[in-house]
């Protein structure tokens, strides 16, 4: 491994972004020279398959930082340089002060290896929202993999069958716990097929299936792909599914591949391609419908039994996930929905305004999103929920369309003298009216930090804890419309 001495160049081009992990870890580390050395070298492999203009890892134990990896890629000869060492206090500021273009915080945690901590996973110098999202994408497998090597590390990994039960309960744990994560569905899959992929020593990927055509949708992969075996993942989309597809399809249960089966499993392209020698083929299973196939293969070693079954309970998990992410994209919407009525009944004159049920309706509504955004996971029988809170917002749609008179606004309440200053009445009456916080900013000539800072302190004043329930409260004390 080169160490240099000297800074690495840091300019690179908006289409090299860089990779910035910062891992806490609440676990005692040794950082040895093995250590060291495997995770520069994979942080080389990474950076050039990823297309990464150069990785930085901060690793701080216990609030200290002991160690920093750095790579680097010279995009005019694709030279890499790669650096290990305890940086310095100015460029630990440097990094802080840096902004990202995406970020994402990974929970650091295992019961099996003792380890109990969190990584920071950034992308930089990336003016492109969108492909910094992307790279974001690429860079949490990056960092997932970075964890099972510490992890790795501390637990000195035994080849014995008890251990490697016990690797395989605790990914379930781990597998469980990023699915219950702050992480998108798409950023929790990423660390979980990682997972998968680190605890077999084999490839994961994800394929779902178009219903309509019956065949496959690449979807994600973790594991030993290359740029080409990446490309010819992707090109695998629109084929007719596998007959070991088919065949977990219809039998609802996961299909294990030998060598002896593989040619009659598989096309001979894509075993041949794949050197597939061996494979677990798990339907992603929700109210025993297929939705997709998580596909753990390998090119040496058979699976038993006991491995099919893990892979299976976390592609129920899986399913379950993305069950959850579709419920809260609905729900998400509905509550969109239900703030622009309320800004409407905000602007409505009082004089032709239908308040009295449509606000009931409305507050019933608000109140349903907000107990079922409560919970910690949804499941299926939310849907109900869900119909009940279209329900009552149709309604009072209907209700404020036929805009019957009434004389105030009910449960109307002054706001106490002295609670709210002039600027905060100014921007929640504005927020009521249906604007954004951009446009609130224009609209006051102040910065969107302020507007925020300012909503920060209604929230609080107002007790209230969304932008839907700060708007009900400013009907409520009818200083709605005077923006």
């Not at 289409?15 to 005692?28: D, F, Q, R």
């Not at 690429?138 to 016990?166: C, F, V, Y």
């Not at 997972?195 to 994800?206: E, G, K, M, N, S």
């Not at 490309?231 to 629109?238: D, E, I, V």
């Amino acid at each position: 491994m080169k160490e240099l001495s000297s800074p690495l160049p840091t300019a690179l081009p908006d289409e090299y972004p860089t990779l910035l992990m910062t891992c806490y870890l609440k676990t005692a580390l040794k950082v040895g020279s093995r250590l060291r050395q495997e995770i520069a070298n994979f942080l080389e492999r990474s950076v050039c398959q990823c297309g990464f203009g150069e990785a930085i890892l901060l690793l701080m134990v216990k609030k200290r930082t002991v160690m920093r990896w750095w790579v680097q890629v010279d995009p005019r000869n694709q030279n890499i340089h790669i650096q290990v060492g305890e940086p310095g206090r100015d460029e630990l500021y440097q990094y802080v002060l840096q902004g990202s273009a995406a970020k994402v915080v990974l929970p650091l945690i295992s019961h099996l290896a003792g380890l109990d901590g969190k990584t920071d996973v950034c992308i930089l110098n990336c003016e492109d929202q969108r492909k910094a999202e992307k790279m974001l994408d690429k860079g949490i497998p990056i960092a997932g993999h970075i964890s099972t090597i510490l992890k790795d590390s501390i637990m000195e990994r035994g080849q014995d069958n008890k251990r490697q039960n016990w690797e395989k309960l605790s990914l379930w744990v781990e597998t469980a716990h990023m699915i219950s994560s702050a992480l998108n569905v798409r950023q929790m899959l990423h660390v979980v097929i990682q997972l998968v992929a680190d605890t077999f020593a084999a490839r994961c990927c994800i394929f779902m299936v178009n219903p309509e055509k019956n065949t496959i949708v690449p979807m994600i992969g973790a594991g030993s792909y290359d740029l080409e075996s990446r490309q010819k993942f992707r090109s695998l989309a629109g084929r007719d599914l596998f007959p070991a597809f088919w065949q977990a399809y219809k039998d609802r249960r996961p299909v294990i591949v030998t060598p002896e089966s593989v040619l009659e499993l598989y096309p001979a392209d894509v075993a041949g391609f794949y050197n597939l020698k061996a494979a677990v083929v798990a339907p992603i299973l929700l109210s025993n419908k297929v939705s997709g196939f998580l596909q753990v293969d390998r090119q040496t070693g058979n699976f038993r039994e006991e491995d099919a079954e893990v892979i299976f309970a976390i592609a129920k998990e899986i399913a379950v996930a993305a069950e959850n992410a579709r419920l809260r994209d609905e729900l998400n919407h509905t509550e969109a929905t239900l703030q622009v009525l309320l800004s409407k009944v905000a602007t409505m004159p009082k004089n032709t305004f239908s308040g009295g049920e449509a606000l009931q309706l409305l507050q019933a509504a608000l109140n349903d999103i907000e107990a079922v955004q409560a919970e910690e996971e949804i499941g299926s029988g939310d849907r109900k929920d869900l119909k009940g809170i279209d329900s009552k917002i149709r309604a009072a749609l209907q209700i404020l369309g036929t805009a019957r008179a009434v004389e105030d606004v009910p449960g109307g309440n002054a706001v106490p003298e002295g609670l709210l200053t002039p600027r905060e009445m100014k921007v929640l009456a504005l927020v009521a009216r249906g604007l954004t916080n951009k446009e609130v900013s224009l609209e006051l000539s102040i910065s969107n930090d302020t507007v925020k800072s300012h909503l920060h302190s209604v929230y609080q004043k107002l007790g209230v804890s969304s932008r839907s329930q700060a708007i009900m409260r400013a009907i409520q004390m009818g200083i709605a419309g005077s923006a």
